[in-house]
């Protein structure tokens, strides 16, 4: 999970920071990839019906999107997705075999007061 969370946490950083690198310097891609995008009821409904997987992981990334990893119980398969809800679609990212959950404890927050 801990390997999963640091994944979802490096795209946000990535998708949300897009802007704020065209302004300075812009990045480097060795990819081409366009992700495939559908109606968000569209890719749930393939996700949860034929695929049997259900959201185990999501996130907001700062720009507003969702980003939710779909998993079947025994973590057979799984599928990572961002949602953009102000544009009503859902687009895959990526998808596998054997997701595997790691145990991860965040750390507790550091209250107003504490040293």
């Known amino acids: ?13 990535m998708y949300t920071g897009v802007a704020q690198a065209q302004e300075a310097t812009p ?4 990819f ?9 009821a569209r890719v749930q409904g393939i996700l949860g019906g034929v695929h049997k ?5 999501q996130g907001l990334t700062d720009g507003g999107a969702l980003i ?12 990572m997705v961002v949602t953009h809800i102000d544009k009503g679609v859902t687009c895959l990212m990526a998808s596998g075999k054997n997701l595997h959950s790691l145990r991860y404890i965040m750390p507790k927050p550091k209250m107003q007061g504490d040293l």
């Open 1 to 13: 999970m801990a390997k999963l969370l640091a994944t979802l946490a490096t795209l946000a950083v």
């Open 27 to 30: 990045p480097v891609s060795v």
């Open 32 to 40: 081409t990839f366009k992700a495939p995008c559908w109606p968000i």
């Open 53 to 57: 997987e259900a959201p185990v992981v």
């Open 68 to 79: 939710e990893v779909y998993a079947s119980k025994k973590g057979e398969s799984f599928t």
